[in-house]
C-alpha cells in the first residue's frame, strides 16, 4: 500500500480486508477465512500510522506508513487466532470464539469509519493501487475443517486483500 | 516514535473506568475482558523491561474505544493523545 502523497495528519482510510490463514489446534487443522472485515487505518502523526479494527474490534496495529500498518495488523489478527486455536480444546470451540472474536465490533471507531467514507466517495482520501469498493459489501467468516490430504503448498501462502471502502 | 504510556497507568485507569474489567496475561500479549468482551491486544512491553513497562498509546486508544470508556474517566489516567 503506498499513499499518493503525504496525507494530512488525521486523515483515515476507512478498509475493507479479506485474510485466509491455515492453523493448527488440538487435533484439527483448520482454514480460517476473513471477508470484508472492516478496518480504520489513520495517519495519527508524522511516520505513525495506526490501524484499528472494527471487525474484529479488539485489536489494533501500527506502522510508519500505511502499509505498514496493515502489514502489522495482518500479522496480529493471525496470532490472535492461534491464540485462540491454543485455548480452544476442539473444533467447535475455536469456530465459536473466532465467530466472537470477528463481530465483536469496535463501536467507537465503527462510528468514525463511517465518517470516513464520504471524503472517499468524493475522492479527497484514496490509496496508491488500492480499489475502491462499496463499504456495505458482505461481511463474514468461515471456519472450516481442512481435510490433511487436501493441505497444498499454497496452505503456506496468506492470502491477503485489502481494499478501500466507500 | 508513537506516543507511549505505563502499563500501571492503563491498569489504574481500568480499575476506575471499567470496573470489574479481567485482565489474563497471554504468551505475547494482555487480554482485557468485560461484559464477556474481549480486547486482545494490549503488549506486554519490551523484551527485558516488563516491570511497568511503556506501550504504544495507540493499543490503548483502541481499547478505550473498544469498551466506549469516557474520555473525562481515562484522560486523567492517560495521556493518549
Not at chain 2, 57 to 77: E, M, P
Request: hydrophobic letters at 40%; charged letters at 20%; aromatic letters at 10%.
Amino acid at each position: 500500500m503506498t499513499d499518493n502523497a503525504p496525507a494530512a495528519i488525521g486523515t483515515q482510510y476507512p478498509l475493507l480486508f479479506t485474510y485466509r490463514d491455515t492453523l493448527f489446534g488440538n487435533g484439527f487443522v483448520v482454514e480460517v477465512q476473513a471477508v470484508n472485515g472492516r478496518a480504520l487505518c489513520v495517519r495519527e502523526a508524522e511516520d505513525e500510522y495506526w490501524v484499528y479494527g472494527i471487525n474484529p474490534g479488539g485489536m489494533a496495529a501500527h506502522g510508519v506508513d500505511a502499509a505498514g500498518a496493515h502489514g502489522a495488523f495482518r500479522k496480529a489478527f493471525t496470532d490472535i487466532l492461534v491464540d485462540l486455536a491454543h485455548e480452544s480444546s476442539n473444533f467447535d470451540e475455536f469456530q465459536a470464539a473466532v465467530q466472537t472474536f470477528f463481530d465483536d465490533t469496535n463501536k467507537g471507531y465503527e462510528a468514525d469509519w463511517k465518517q470516513a467514507l464520504p471524503a472517499v466517495q468524493r475522492g479527497e482520501v484514496s490509496l496508491e493501487g488500492i480499489e475502491t469498493v462499496p463499504a456495505n459489501s458482505p461481511r463474514s467468516i468461515a471456519v472450516t475443517v481442512k481435510q490433511v490430504e487436501l493441505v497444498t503448498p499454497q496452505d503456506n501462502s496468506a492470502n491477503v486483500q485489502y481494499l478501500l471502502a466507500a | 516514535m508513537p506516543r507511549v504510556v505505563r502499563l500501571n497507568d492503563v491498569w489504574l485507569m481500568l480499575d476506575a473506568c471499567l470496573p470489574g474489567y479481567e485482565r489474563i496475561k497471554k504468551p505475547h500479549r494482555w487480554n482485557v475482558k468485560h461484559g464477556g468482551r474481549v480486547y486482545h491486544e494490549v503488549p506486554l512491553g519490551e523484551h527485558g523491561k516488563r516491570t511497568n513497562p511503556e506501550i504504544e498509546a495507540g493499543h490503548v486508544r483502541g481499547l478505550v474505544k473498544f469498551f466506549q470508556i469516557d474520555v473525562a474517566c481515562y484522560s486523567k489516567f492517560v495521556n493518549l493523545h
